[in-house]
């Protein structure tokens, strides 16, 4: 079964850096998302892409993150100077349509630790 | 405003035994329903889906869910729970047609006794 797949799997970093984390979404889809999760909360939407720009993003998706289809297959997002609290799993997602009934595919998730 | 509540944080229950996760959702709209499963250090995997078509949906590792409009619900069993039924489950809403305003519950970590 086609699955979404991220990478790495973890990444440690000094605040400040940049960090980019992949993800490669199941083929045939056209709408990728990224969410985190901090540890002990919720999961939230950070931001939606299609057709090479972002459809929606959420109040914590600021300047300091990107995203990027850089060829066929990647999905990436940038954390231009992270920050001690960006440290969080974050999870790619891929759906084949928009829409409320469309089931998203998550991948196993980064999990990002600041120091 | 769109909201989903999973009433219990953490769930016991011994192995072979019935297991409920509750789950109640607040939404404007006819809302699309799902119940997700996290093993540790694992993705969210789909268990089931619940799209306005019938109430009761089957899903994957013997799960089903009840949707209850007068309820508001949309909770999860399985009539005998197996050790590798032991994960944090996330239940998740979708506001009609905006699959990019998905809303999670906080979670219910499942465990199983021998």
């Known amino acids: 079964e086609p699955e979404v797949t991220q990478t790495p799997s973890h990444q440690v970093t000094q605040m400040g850096q940049e960090v980019i984390l992949r993800c490669v979404p199941i083929?045939?889809?056209?709408?990728f998302y990224w969410y985190r999760q901090i540890l002990g909360q919720k999961v939230e939407f950070l931001v939606s892409?299609?057709?090479?720009?972002?459809?929606?993003k959420s109040e914590i998706f600021d300047d300091q993150f990107s995203v990027e289809r850089p060829d066929g297959s990647n999905f990436t997002l940038k954390i231009r100077s992270t920050k001690l609290e960006d440290s969080a799993m974050y999870f790619c997602?891929?759906?084949?349509?928009?829409?409320?009934?469309?089931?998203?595919?998550f991948g196993p998730g980064t999990r990002l630790l600041v120091l | 405003a769109q909201s989903v509540t999973q009433l219990d944080s953490h769930v016991s229950v011994s192995e072979g035994t019935p297991v409920l996760l509750r789950c109640n959702y607040s939404s404007s709209y006819s809302p699309s329903l799902f119940w997700y499963v996290q093993h540790p250090n694992k993705g969210l995997q789909l268990l089931l889906k619940y799209t306005s078509a019938a109430t009761l949906v089957k899903g994957i590792n013997g799960f089903e869910a009840e949707f209850k409009k007068s309820e508001t619900s949309f909770h999860l069993t399985k009539p005998s729970a197996h050790m590798s039924d032991a994960a944090e489950y996330f239940c998740v809403v979708i506001p009609y047609s905006s699959a990019s305003k998905i809303i999670f519950g906080s979670g219910t970590r499942l465990s199983i006794r021998p």
């Open positions: 083929s045939n889809h056209l709408y």
């Open positions: 997602a891929s759906t084949a349509e928009s829409g409320g009934v469309e089931t998203q595919y």
């Open positions: 892409f299609y057709n090479n720009e972002i459809s929606e």
